[in-house]
C-alpha cells in the first residue's frame, strides 16, 4: 500500500543506486501501480505544484494539471521521472537545431504510465481530458533552483525560465470554470 513517507525515503536511496534515474523509475513505477491508494495520499482536485521533497539532489513533487490545462515549452537540466496516477499527461518534445528549436515527437502518459526524460530534454505538456490529471514527478536535482529555460509555444524563442510565471498558470488554471 503506497504510503508517501516510505516513498520519499525509497526515492533518496534510490539515487545511491548505481543508476539512479532507473533506480527512482522502479520505485515511482511501484507506486502509480496503485492509483487508488496514491489518490488517497495525494488528491488530485487543483491545480497545484506541492512540494513533497526537495533537496539539492532530488527534488518530488505532486503535480496536479487542470482540465485540458497546457504548459509552455521548458527545459530542466537534470533528469526527470514522472509517474501517472490518474487521468492523462500528454508531451510533446523539442530538441535543439541550428536555429532554435524544434519539435520532436511526443507521447502520451496515462495512469500507471512512468517516463523518463534526460537531462536536457525540452517538453510542453497538456493534459487533454476534461478532469485533474495526477502526476508525481521526480528531479535529479534542485527544480526550484536550477537555472534553465522556457520557450514561447508560437515563436519557440528561448528565454530564462519564470518560476513565477509557471505558478501562475496553475493559479489561474484554478480560477477558471472547468468543463
Ligand atoms: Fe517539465
Redesign the pocket.
Known sequence: MFDLDTFITDCIAATTDTQPRLAVKEVLARAVAEPDAVTRALPATRAEIDRIHASPTLTILKVVWAPRMR?FP?D?RMW?AIGIYGGQEDNTFFRRAPEGVVASGGTQLHERDVALLGDDTI?A?VNPRPRFTGAI?VYGGDFFTQPRSEFDPDTLAEQPYNGERALALFKSANAAPHG
Open positions: 504548459i521548458h530542466h526527470a517538453h505538456v514527478h
